[in-house]
Structures are given as C-alpha cells and as structure tokens.
C-alpha cells in the first residue's frame, strides 16, 4: 500500500501544464524536512526513470528530457512535494510516482498517478 497519496494527474494537450501533488501526511515533519525527494515516471514499455530530484540543502536534479519544463519544489510546513509541469510533450505520457528517501534508507512512495500528454 502507498504511504504518500498524489493528486493531479490527468489529460493536456502538448504544450500545456499540469502540476502533481505528493502528500506525505504519514510522515512526521522532522523526518520529511531531512529527507531527499524525487518523482519518478514509467512510459509505456518503458523502465522506470528519475524525472526530477530535490536535496535535504535545496539541490535539484532533472532528467535531461525535462529540464527547463519540470520543477521539483516541497512545502515542509504542508508535508507537501510538488512536480510542476510546463510545455508537455506527447512523449511525457507516463505514469508518474513520488518518493521520499529518508536519511535511515527508508524509502516512500506515492500510488502513482496518470500523466497523458495528446491532442
């Protein structure tokens, strides 16, 4: 069973936005603040892949194929991490998880959601 819940997936257009949502209710505040988060997308017939990454210091890290569309960004206060997407692509049709890796190795992950980029 999922331990963090996402909301905002859907269908857009090439060329629109969409922003994903990753609440992480479960977790206590100390642990998500100290943590390394990431969201991850699979493709059809594809291996899953790191889209984007976000460091306990603020470092951010995206896959090629998204940077300059995608932000990684979180709100400690909220336990919220968000993904926001811009110019989507038909190719950025995947399923979409988040992950929270906490600094003892334990590993979180969102239910995953539906991301469909098409006309």
């Known amino acids: 069973q999922a331990q963090l819940v996402q909301s905002g997936g859907g269908l857009v257009q090439p060329g629109g936005s969409l922003r994903l949502s990753c609440k992480a209710s479960?977790?206590?505040?100390?642990?998500?603040?100290?943590?390394?988060m990431a969201w991850y997308r699979q493709g059809p017939g594809e291996q899953r892949e790191l889209v984007a990454g976000?460091?306990?210091?603020?470092?951010?890290n995206y896959a090629d194929s998204v940077k300059g569309r995608f932000t990684i960004s979180k709100d400690n206060s909220k336990r919220m991490l968000y993904l926001q997407m811009n110019s989507l692509k038909p190719e950025d049709t995947a399923v979409y998880y988040c992950?929270?890796?906490?600094?003892?190795?334990?590993?979180?992950w969102g239910q995953g959601t539906q991301v469909t980029v098409s006309a």
């Open positions: 976000l460091s306990t210091g603020g470092s951010t």
């Open positions: 992950n929270i890796k906490t600094t003892q190795g334990s590993d979180y």
């Open positions: 479960r977790i206590i505040l100390s642990t998500f603040t100290t943590s390394a």
